[in-house]
């Protein structure tokens, strides 16, 4: 469970970025996916540009196809297939004992009820903060998606917004990345149903 202490502060040298199963075959049923990958593809930027480390995680590739050609996921510490609903399969847990002062979790995807909340589930039973970003997550029921989001309030996420963390992450204009990560911002992201069903 985030800890009290923390009030979900987050730096670039203490957070990931995770990937959950972004993939070609659920765009036709998750609601709004356009519009999610239009805020995954700025995240994902933004953590290339801030050097924050990105795993991404395909679900059942063979049948469900790869992650969707616009997000760059080149520079990504891994890309793993996995049949686990969780992200948090071996190869993955590789990377949070190598990852020594990471701390916060940001994190987006498919579905909200299920990949979502079961990875996120995890990672807060292993101590770190979590941040579901918001405009970056769905499912193919809103009503599942809103109740996930109960939830994982319950149990101590943080559910947030890409600009929220992408300013958050800088902390300071004077941020060297600023003028970069102003750059990502300029165009907000899509207002979608995602937003009224919260």
Known sequence: MASKA????????????FICDMQEKFK???????????????LIDGAYILDIPVIVTEQYPKGLGHTVEDLDISRALGVYP?????????????????????KSIILLGIEAHVCIQQTALDLLARGYDVHVVADAVSSRSMMDRQFAYERLRQFGAIITT?????????????????????GLVKISAPVSGLASNM
Do not use: C, W
């Not at 036709?28 to 700025?42: G, L, T």
């Not at 969780?86 to 590789?94: D, H, T």
């Open 6 to 17: 923390s009030f979900g502060n987050i730096s670039p040298e203490t957070s990931a970025l």
């Open 28 to 42: 036709p049923a998750i609601k709004y996916f356009d519009d999610i990958a239009f805020v995954a593809k700025r």
């Open 82 to 102: 996995k049949t686990k609903f969780s992200m948090v399969i071996p190869e993955v847990e590789a990377h949070l004992n190598s990852l020594t002062n990471l």
């Open 162 to 182: 890409s600009e929220s963390i992408l300013f958050q992450l800088l902390g300071d204009k004077d941020h060297p990345k600023f003028k970069q990560i102003q």
